[in-house]
Nanobody, 121 residues
Framework: HVQLVESGGGSVQAGGSLRLSCAAS?????MAWFRQAPGKEREGVAA???????SYADSVKGRFIISKDNAKNTLALEMNSLKPEDTAMYYC???????????????????WGQGTQVTVS
């Protein structure tokens, strides 16, 4: 069992930046960030494999950067040029196995954090 704890959410003006962090209690092979805005389905934002390969949703490409420190079991999401439409609850997700990340799917991740709110105005 892996526990995930997110931090770093908050409120920021449009055009600003925020950095989210996620601490995992143990080994993970695939990690990702998802987000869910009010009234919308949860969507995959970015994913990263233990070997460093990454993928991004089209809506955040060029603005968000996902990174992982395997030694510390931590995940980060650097969010730049934030837009009001980025407002959502952001969730860290992880799995013990390598997953295809060409599409970032909820069903591929067994472990989830509680979420951290990001508000862009």
């Amino acid at each position: 069992h892996v526990q995930l704890v997110e931090s770093g959410g908050g409120s920021v003006q449009a055009g600003g930046s925020l950095r989210l962090s996620c601490a995992a209690s143990g080994y993970t092979a695939t990690m990702a960030w998802f987000r869910q805005a009010p009234g919308k389905e949860r969507e995959g934002v970015a994913a990263i494999l233990r070997d460093g390969r990454t993928s991004y949703a089209d809506s955040v490409k060029g603005r968000f950067i996902i990174s992982k420190d395997n030694a510390k079991n931590t995940l980060a999401l650097e969010m730049n040029s934030l837009k009001p439409e980025d407002t959502a609850m952001y969730y860290c997700a992880a799995d013990l196995y390598y997953r295809s990340i060409s599409r970032i799917l909820e069903s591929d991740f067994r472990y989830w954090g509680q979420g951290t709110q990001v508000t862009v105005s």
